[in-house]
């Protein structure tokens, strides 16, 4: 079955608009991302299933976010934005770069869907059942998963 994605834009809209402007902090970029968002669904939408639409969105919108923050980064629009960019990039890049190895060797050992919980309970704050809900999951499972997960940390972190 096809997705409606007018239907979608009524519904998780505004869901999908939270989501760019915590991403993004700026109110017009994070509204011109969630119509990315809903331009991505409507050019996919053939291919796409119709479960957990909630999750699916949050996923897109994660994806365009990050890809306009890493295109900032890139071609910052005006001088400014450039020194500060530099400054920021300069930073910390070593432990940046140790974050993400860590992120990639922890993401690798568990199921992918693992990393969605993830950020939606650990990083969005939902609760344990919301977070079945998006997922698809018991709650006991989402449990499950994010047991895995510390686990899998305490090991890198005993390495």
Not at 43 to 63: F, K, M
Not at 118 to 136: N, W
Request: glycine content about 6%; hydrophobic content about 45%; proline content about 3%.
């Amino acid at each position: 079955m096809a997705i409606d994605v007018e239907a979608y834009y009524r519904r998780y809209g505004p869901q999908v608009l939270r989501r760019c402007r915590f991403l993004l902090r700026d109110e017009e970029r994070a509204v011109d991302a969630m119509h990315d968002v809903f331009v991505q669904l409507l050019r996919h939408q053939g291919a796409l299933e119709n479960s957990a639409p909630s999750s699916l969105l949050h996923r897109i919108a994660t994806r365009v976010c990050l890809n306009r923050l890493r295109g900032a980064r890139r071609r910052p629009e005006d001088a400014e934005d450039d020194l500060v960019l530099r400054i920021a990039a300069s930073e910390d890049a070593e432990a940046r770069t140790l974050a993400r190895g860590a992120l990639d060797w922890l993401f690798g050992r568990v199921p992918a869907s693992s990393r969605d919980i993830a950020v939606l309970h650990l990083v969005d704050g939902m609760t344990l059942e919301e977070t079945a809900r998006e997922v698809g999951l018991s709650v006991s499972g989402v449990r499950k998963r994010l047991r895995a997960l510390s686990s899998a940390l305490r090991e890198l972190e005993a390495a």
